[in-house]
């Protein structure tokens, strides 16, 4: 959902979070019942908390696996990252994340004997999108890593909060080639969440390696030293499994992406904000971009991606080999925000040329936090043959400063149709 990701994700709304004590900045009048949300800065927030106590990503490292699909709980913050578009047998589209980050309160471990104690704290974000049905419902959740509730394993594999749950291997091993990382050792993957009236369960099975983000896995946001995290991804996984839609619940399949990252600070203060993409072309290409944005709206030096063949070769992009243009926009109607809606992306040096466009506008999270994570597809050429494909977006920093949410969901979810 996700970040090197640039899905970067979220880093700066898990920390303030924590910082405010989960709901600080949440509150609710008492003669009405209303939930009141404010917008924050991402270059506040992730350019400004403090580090002590905290390992930083600072130099490449020797990843080891499957350790390393596991929790870091000397860094502040981490997160495991799903995006994916699906199919029923009628071929009507949807989209999904599932994410579930851990953030740590502070750099020394809890105090006292109880089984509440804890310095660590899990939020999950869930989504789906009904193409066809033309409605899009997020969910959140929060909990501390005690008595069960919510946590992270490496072996087994197993990442949970509550029922959200991502875990494996279930059944026989599947890593494909071995490529950047052998023995990664956790497929295939179970996803399964449910809330309200939305359910997923998947099997997912890797068609491609594991690839390092930036620098041997060492992704740099921010012009600091330490503004960074690790960073790899699986950027092709075939999902099978069900779908439930209020009183139904039928069979789905199609492609997800993984991406992992974990870092204590990533934002300089002069960042407010990416815009994220995870395409998977028809050809067998995958693409990744992430474009940083500075106040004035440029973007970054720093902004970076990469390109996977269909054999899982992977190539590097650094912010100038890539063009991307906003093509259209939508306005949120929950406060203004202009988000970007439709783009023009290209890779002249590799013969790329896209168009990108959201299966539906409104893809918008209106949880703790807003910001626009959605399924699009894609058209255009690559290598002077016409392709097509589909994958995820994710747009943060356009929300700040607008009007605050004035939204009755419940804290521990939110959906709008």
């Given at each position: ?127 789906v999108t009904d193409g066809s ?20 394993q490496a072996d087994p594999f ?119 993409f995870a395409l998977q072309l ?136």
């Amino acid at each position: 959902m996700t970040s090197g990701r640039a899905s970067l994700t979220v880093l700066f709304w898990v920390a303030l979070v924590l910082a405010l004590g989960y709901f600080g900045f949440r509150f609710a009048r008492p003669d009405s019942g209303e939930d009141i949300r404010t917008s924050l800065s991402v270059s506040d927030v992730m350019g400004g908390s403090s580090t002590e106590g905290f390992a930083r990503a600072l130099e490449p490292r020797v990843f080891e696996f499957p350790r390393d699909h596991g929790p870091h709980p000397s860094y502040r913050t981490e997160w495991w990252y799903i995006t994916g578009n699906l199919e029923n047998p009628q071929g009507d589209p949807y989209g999904f994340q599932f994410t579930i980050f851990r953030s740590a309160l502070d750099g020394s471990p809890p105090i006292g004997a109880s089984s509440w104690a804890t310095n660590q704290v899990f939020m999950g974000h869930f989504a789906v999108t009904d193409g066809s049905g033309r409605t899009f419902r997020g969910f959140e959740r929060f909990s501390r890593v005690a008595n069960g509730l919510a946590g992270a394993q490496a072996d087994p594999f197993r990442v949970w909060l509550e029922d959200w749950v991502l875990e494996g291997p279930v059944g026989p091993s599947t890593d494909p080639g071995q490529g950047a990382a052998p023995g990664t050792g956790i497929f295939p993957l179970l996803l399964s969440a449910a809330e309200e009236d939305r359910g997923l369960s998947l099997l997912l099975i890797p068609e491609k390696p594991l690839v390092l983000q930036g620098d041997a896995g060492l992704s740099q946001k921010g012009s600091e030293a330490g503004n960074a995290s690790y960073y790899y991804s699986f950027t092709r996984m075939r999902a099978e499994g069900t779908l439930t839609l209020g009183d139904q619940q039928f069979p789905v399949n199609g492609s997800a992406w993984l991406d992992r990252e974990w870092s204590t600070s990533a934002l300089s203060q002069d960042q407010v904000g990416w815009d994220w993409f995870a395409l998977q072309l028809s050809d067998g290409t995958d693409l990744m971009y992430y474009q940083l944005r500075l106040r004035d709206d440029s973007p970054d030096p720093l902004s970076k991606g990469i390109l996977v063949d269909r054999t899982g070769r992977s190539e590097l992009l650094a912010s100038g080999q890539v063009e991307l243009t906003v093509l259209d926009r939508w306005q949120s109607p929950l406060g203004g925000a202009p988000y970007p809606s439709r783009w023009h992306l290209a890779v002249p040096e590799e013969d790329i040329d896209l168009e990108v466009v959201p299966i539906l506008p409104d893809q918008e999270l209106d949880l703790t936090f807003r910001y626009w994570e959605g399924a699009v597809r894609v058209t255009g050429t690559a290598g002077g043959q016409d392709v097509d494909g589909r994958g995820y977006v994710e747009l943060t920093g356009y929300a700040d400063g607008t009007t605050p949410t004035r939204n009755p969901a419940i804290s521990r979810g939110g959906s709008r149709p």
